[in-house]
C-alpha cells in the first residue's frame, strides 16, 4: 500500500478460497457501499534500533460502481524522517477497474519519490473463469506475461468473499491475489477473521456508513507466490465494515509499525447505470 507496490488496502489484502466462488457471477449477499475514505499516517513503533525516526502522511482511497464493474483510485502521501536526519517523500496512486463476475481487471499504478516519478505500471488481467488460472498481460514498464494460478482473485471479489466467509464465521483464509502492484503483482495472502461486533446506536460524530452493520478485525500476512513457507513479506492489521468500509489499519514492516486512522469518510452517489 505504501512503502512498496504489495501494500494495497482493503480490495487488494482481501482473500478467499476457490471454494467459495459459484459459476457465474458470485452472488454476494453482502453489498460494497461506494465510499470516499482519507486516514492519516503516522509512525506507531520502531523496534530494536531502526533507521525510521518518523513517519507521516496521508492516504485517500474510493471505492466506486462503474455499472458494469468496480473501480478502485487509492492516493498515498508520505514522508519518511531517519535517525540520520534525512527526510524521503514517498507517494503511490492505483487507479484499477474490476468487472462484477470478477474475472477481468485492469490497473494503473504510479510511484514517486521526491516528487518525482520512478515507476509506471499498466496493464490488463483476465481469468478463464471462477476458480480458474489466467495471464495479466503488462504493457508498462515492458511488456510481460504473468501466469496467475487457479483459484487467483482480484480485488474487489477478494474483500466480498471475506466479508462472506466473516459472516459465516470462518475465521481463515488463504490465496492468491494479483493486484498488478508491482512487476510480479501476484503474492499470497494468509488472513484470520476475529470479533465480529454489532454496532452499538450512532456516533453522531461520526459518519453512519460506521454503523450500517457488523464489523471484523482481520489479521493479514503477505507471502511472496512461492508459497506459505516464507517468511511474510508486510502484515495488517484492521477492521473491516460490512459495507466494505476499513478503519483502524496498522501496517507492519518488522523494525516499525505504521498506523492509519481514518479522519474522513462520505458515500459516493450511485452509478447512473
Known sequence: MFLTARHCLAGATLCLSTAAMALGVPAWAFEVTPHRAIY?????????????????????????????????????????????????????????WESKDGLRYRFYVRKFQNGEMYEELRGDARLDGPGKGGVAEYTLPDPKRVHLPAGALFPTTHSLALL???????????????????????????????????????????????????????????????????????????????NGVVEDLVLDYGDFTVSATLKKLEKLPPADC
Open 40 to 96: 492519516d499516517m503516522a509512525l506507531q513503533s520502531s523496534r530494536g534500533g531502526g533507521d525510521i525516526a518518523d513517519v507521516r502522511g496521508t492516504m485517500q482511497f474510493e471505492w466506486a460502481d462503474s455499472c458494469d464493474g468496480w473501480t478502485v483510485d487509492q492516493r498515498s502521501v508520505m514522508t519518511f524522517l531517519y535517525n540520520t536526519g534525512d527526510q524521503v517523500d514517498l507517494g503511490w496512486n492505483l487507479v484499477s
Open 164 to 242: 462472506e466467509h466473516a459472516d459465516a464465521g470462518k475465521p481463515f483464509l488463504w490465496a492468491y491475489v494479483f493486484d498488478g502492484s508491482d512487476e510480479e503483482g501476484l503474492f499470497g495472502v494468509s488472513g484470520i477473521i476475529s470479533d465480529r461486533r454489532e454496532p452499538q446506536g450512532v456516533d453522531d460524530a461520526r459518519s453512519p456508513l460506521l454503523f450500517a452493520g457488523p464489523s471484523w478485525h482481520v489479521a493479514l500476512a503477505f507471502f511472496p507466490a512461492t508459497g506459505q513457507g516464507a517468511e511474510p513479506e508486510h502484515e495488517q492489521a484492521l477492521r473491516i465494515h460490512a
